[in-house]
């Protein structure tokens, strides 16, 4: 599979060096039809192989071994011996297949079926034909190519593709991702990480189209999946959303219906269009069906590249595969999926995979509190605990809580045949999850059958685990809409019985940090209205963010659990409610509904401490892995929170984990103690900290600077605009803004002395902003003044009250603008540890 990421730029690179070259050669007039483009062909194949593991290497002009001289050929980096090239490669057939070229005026398919290619494909199997505007794969004993790709109908076509910077740049991933598919072809995929590659490159390519095609015959079921998972699939990104859906449940159905048909009838071929009906999950049948059906088919185009998908699939090494593909190997393969089909997508859907040292830990935490705090002998092996992870994902938490299942039922004395199917009751009737996004649906399915089966507890006809695709933060108290959809109604009743009737005793998981497009419906936005009441009237905070989307899950599990009587939340999240001021009233709520909270503070956080301990030394995310190893930026941490019941002395302990090795240390702390808890002290004074503070018992009769100041404090300007309207200049800001508001200078002019000025986002429209801003305001010099952007740094400002030409701007600064005024400067949290003076007196 191709390695990092900076090698599929370098492929891309390539693409467009290659267009560039031809386009070089094409300008002289005095190249010769085919031999003259070899160059840059030759550049562009090699610069693709290099890209790969392992290494392919493109020869130009293969020796004549009984069927002619081919033009080229590819060797994998296996046959190349002790460094040389052509020559000791003589006689070796290459691995990849044979190439051939011709002139742009002759056709792609009149060239794979010409009698010089069948002689080609006798001999070495695999030819890739090319006329240098488009590129087809043919294997022998295959009718047609194995794949294709035109970049222009002709050769006039080609050269005015050529000379448009926007058609080359449109046709550079398409052309790096065909080569990559065509010279990693009779490869053996063995990997996950292989097989994930290849999935995704196709998906990939069926974005593309999607991005171009009408979906009208899908308005039934885009309407369907809006109303089962109340989501929002308007404007630009939820329709992105839309479309990334249909084509994961279309690629992750094919994926996961071969890999259990392979489990069990390998000697049989596959049908990619019989898929869905090997997973013996209704709402996916549903789903897949609808769009594999020929009607849909014709309208999204993506049949072809479903037939190469499946073809790629039946050339894995089965054996290879399925012993790679056991227990984490998920990590491996669904995240490698979403990362290489849509980076930005999977960023947004916060799809990073839980470190199994991290499951194994607040699995075993669970377990452990619900012995000594609740007094369930059995645990999670208990009958009567009913657990759900919210947000499930690829199922990470409910394999590992099967698996402790299991342990503490092998560890009693009469395991048999009957304690197995109580291992698969567990699966099917009280261990729930929920989940929003069809292919880790499909793939926490697979994972949880597989985990049965390994235990002798296979689920056998219509059984399967108690996982629902529905949205796990709305519907709780009230009714959603009738669906027309069989098979999600179906599902949507199933999840709306747990929602409503389960007597939840364990909550856990690690629900997603931040809201993805189409998440803002009433309800769920509702969730956190609690914990925004007084915020502003008890506890003067006026701004303030609870909008990340693990607060919603907090909310849901807190009031659950509260209903429920007793019971325990264990969440992996951002640690911002720790302590942050804005979530006084959430952790005023927490503590009055739980009774023991232990908080595992992880860090690893980048703008607080720098992703550094306090020793300085590297402090990485929890998340960090060998396919992520930036992890994530903001710092996070573990609650186990247990409401035991009346008559218990709340407990609030905490402890730190800190460097690379936390991971490690976090598991080894089940039996060895770890770093030692410290007991936090939450009050009104300290704004219900979880963490430990550290002060006299003096400090809180203190004065307050909010006591020193005849006006209460307020916010000064928020600019966000790059420091375009602050300088240390005079004179040059003078300029610039002046010619922000000089209606007789372009918008392109002004973007040439700042671009901040004309930038988008953070509230500002760009040229829009700049039109309704001459239309209203113009430009004054007394508007520059002096300003102390830090201690220390005084510099000059345009200070206006004018929104959006900043971002927020302070009108409560400029009432107080007087010479006889002094300000007190300070913020109420620290940005970072260690930051020195936190004040600046004026």
Known sequence: MPAAKSKHQTAESAVLAYFAEVRAVQATGAGVAETSYYPALFGLLSAVGASLKPRVHAVNHLANLGAGIPDGGFFDASQLQRGEDAEALKGQLPSRGALEVKSPAEAVADIGTGKQVAKYLDLYGLVLVTNLRGFALYKKGHVGPLESLELAPSADAFRALLSSESGRAALAAPLAEFLTRALLTNAPLTTPEGVAWFLASYAREAKHRLERAPLSELAPLRKALSEALDLSFEGEQGERFFRATLVQTLWYGLFSGWLLHTEKTPAQPFNWRMAAWELHLPVMQGLFSQLANPSAQRSLNLTDLLDRTAATLERVNLGAFSSRFQGDAVQYFYEPFLA???????????????????????????????????????????????????????????????????????????????????????????????????????????????????????????????????????????????????????????????????????????????????????????????????????????????????????????????????????????????????????????????????????????????????????????????????????????????????????????????????????????????????????????????????????????????????????????????????????????????????????????????????????????????????????????????????????????????????????????????????????????????????????
């Open 340 to 842: 290489a089909y849509d980076p930005e997508l999977r960023k947004q859907f916060g799809v990073w995979y839980t470190p199994a040292d991290v499951v194994e830990y607040m699995v075993e935490r669970v377990d452990q509190s619900l012995r000594e705090d609740l007094g369930l002998g059995l645990g999670l092996a208990d009958p009567s605990v009913y657990v759900l992870d919210p947000a499930t994902g690829t199922g990470s938490y409910l394999t590992a809580v099967l698996g402790r299942i299991e342990r503490t039922l092998r560890a009693q004395p009469d395991w048999d045949d009957a304690s197995a199917e109580e291992l698969k009751k567990a699966a099917t009737q009280r261990l729930f999850g929920f989940e929003i996004m069809p292919a880790p649906y499909v793939i926490a399915h697979m994972r949880m059958g597989q985990r049965l089966a390994r235990s002798g507890a296979a689920l056998e006809g219509q059984e399967r685990a108690a996982i629902y695709l529905t949205n796990a933060l709305t519907n709780w108290h009230s009714a959603p809409p009738r669906l027309d959809m069989p098979e999600l109604q179906a599902e949507q009743d199933a999840a709306q019985h747990v929602k409503q009737n389960q007597p939840i005793l364990v909550i856990l998981g690690n629900p997603p940090y931040s809201a993805f497009v189409g998440t803002s419906q009433d309800e769920e936005g509702g969730l956190i209205d609690e914990y925004k009441q007084g915020l502003v009237r008890e506890w003067g905070i006026k701004k303030f963010n609870l909008d990340d989307l693990y607060v919603r899950f907090f909310r849901v599990a807190e009031r659950k659990i509260g209903q429920t009587g007793r019971g325990i939340v264990c969440f992996i999240s951002p640690y911002s409610y720790l302590s942050d001021p804005s979530f006084v009233v959430m952790r005023r709520k927490l503590l009055g509904q739980f009774d023991r909270l232990s908080i595992d503070n992880l860090n690893g956080d980048s703008r607080e401490t720098g992703k550094r301990t306090p020793d300085g030394l590297p402090d990485p995310s929890i998340f960090s892995t060998p396919l992520n190893r930036a992890g994530i930026r903001t710092g996070t941490a573990i609650s186990l929170m247990v409401k035991v019941g009346e008559g218990v002395e709340q407990r609030v302990s905490y402890r730190e984990f800190w460097g690379a090795g936390k991971a490690e240390a976090l598991r080894q702390s089940l039996s060895a103690g770890g770093p030692a808890y410290e007991q936090a002290h939450p009050t009104a004074e300290n704004r219900y900290s979880l963490k430990p503070i550290a002060e006299s018992g003096e400090y809180g009769q203190w004065v307050k600077v909010v006591d020193l100041a005849e006006v209460p404090p307020f916010n000064g300007p928020i600019e966000r605009r790059g420091l375009a309207l602050i300088d240390m200049d005079e004179s040059a800001l003078a300029h610039r803004v002046g010619s922000y508001f000089n209606p007789e200078i372009d918008d392109a002019t002004v973007d040439s002395l700042h671009p901040k000025l004309m930038m988008t986002g953070n509230r500002i429209v760009g040229s829009d902003a700049r039109r309704k801003l001459l239309a209203e305001h113009t430009f004054s010099a007394e508007n520059i003044v002096r300003y102390p952007f830090k201690p220390f740094d005084v510099r000059h400002a345009y200070l206006a009250n004018i929104r959006p030409l900043f971002s927020e701007p302070s009108p409560q600064l400029l009432e107080h603008r007087n010479p006889e005024n002094a300000f007190f400067i300070t913020r109420d949290t620290a940005d970072k540890a260690g930051e020195g003076v936190p004040f600046l007196s004026r």
